[in-house]
């Protein structure tokens, strides 16, 4: 089994729809981190959390939200999605800010 | 603030070839750690190296070898004697900072084609 599993793996999904991606770790990794990757871009951090109680906004949050449910599951909404959010959305997790991240397969996630 | 710069979009080579992908840095931080990621064309990001910034060592595994200098701010990775295997993404990423978030800046990334 992956340790870093993102749901679903591809999505499609219409422009206003509200959108939520789920992560789930067997880590047992503190930090999480959400980011997006697009064409030529790399990947751009969204939000990241370092515990349940500790949130916080990445480079490219607007648009976004998160939830830390427990310290294995970290779910990222888009509470109305619109065509310029169609991207790679990639889960990651680390031990402490220093150690290398372990990411998931990846959300394919396209907004018509 | 922080950047990491790949200039190569895309390399082509023909297998055996040795190819270097150039990684070039900003950052005012003292401590500092950068990344080598590969994305693979089934799309997984795996981790290939971490190196801090008080360690400029050059880093050999198996094919693969990492040259670091910080007077240059660059940390390139060379593939020696490619193989179609190694045909993916590769990004470069930058992670620093006293406040240690673990937030990594990633380059733009770099594709490359190994043929046969």
């Given at each position: 089994d992956a340790d870093v599993t993102q749901t679903p793996r591809n999505r499609i999904t219409k422009t206003g729809k509200r959108i939520m991606l789920e992560c789930s770790q067997t880590k047992g990794h503190d930090r999480m981190y959400w980011y997006r990757q697009d064409?030529?871009?790399?990947?751009?951090l969204i939000y990241y959390s370092f515990d349940v109680k500790?949130?916080?906004?990445?480079?490219?949050?607007?648009?976004y939200s998160v939830s830390r449910q427990a310290q294995a599951k970290f779910s990222l909404s888009l509470e109305s999605a619109i065509p310029n959010q169609t991207a790679l959305y990639f889960c990651a997790t680390s031990r402490t800010g220093l150690q290398p991240q372990h990411f998931g397969d990846g959300t394919r996630l396209s907004i018509l | 603030?922080?950047?990491?710069?790949?200039?190569?979009?895309?390399?082509?080579?023909?297998?055996?070839?040795?190819?270097?992908?150039?990684?070039?840095?900003?950052?005012?931080?003292?401590?500092?750690?950068?990344?080598?990621?590969?994305?693979?064309?089934?799309?997984?990001?795996?981790?290939?190296?971490?190196?801090?910034?008080?360690?400029?060592?050059?880093?050999?595994?198996?094919?693969?070898?990492?040259?670091?200098?910080?007077?240059?701010s660059?940390?390139?990775?060379?593939?020696?004697?490619?193989?179609?295997?190694d045909s993916a993404v590769y990004f470069c990423a930058?992670?620093?900072?006293?406040?240690?978030?673990?937030?990594?800046?990633?380059?733009?990334?770099?594709?490359l084609q190994v043929k046969p």
């Open positions: 064409p030529g871009l790399g990947l751009r500790d949130i916080n906004k990445g480079e490219i949050s607007d648009g | 603030a922080q950047k990491v710069t790949q200039a190569q979009t895309e390399i082509s080579v023909v297998e055996k070839e040795d190819v270097t992908l150039d990684c070039v840095y900003e950052t005012r931080d003292t401590t500092y750690y950068l990344f080598w990621y590969k994305q693979p064309p089934s799309g997984e990001l795996v981790f290939l190296i971490r190196r801090n910034s008080f360690d400029e060592q050059n880093e050999i595994s198996g094919r693969y070898s990492w040259n670091f200098q910080k007077s240059t660059s940390f390139n990775f060379t593939i020696t004697a490619s193989q179609v295997v930058l992670s620093g900072g006293s406040s240690n978030t673990g937030k990594l800046i990633f380059g733009q990334g770099t594709t």
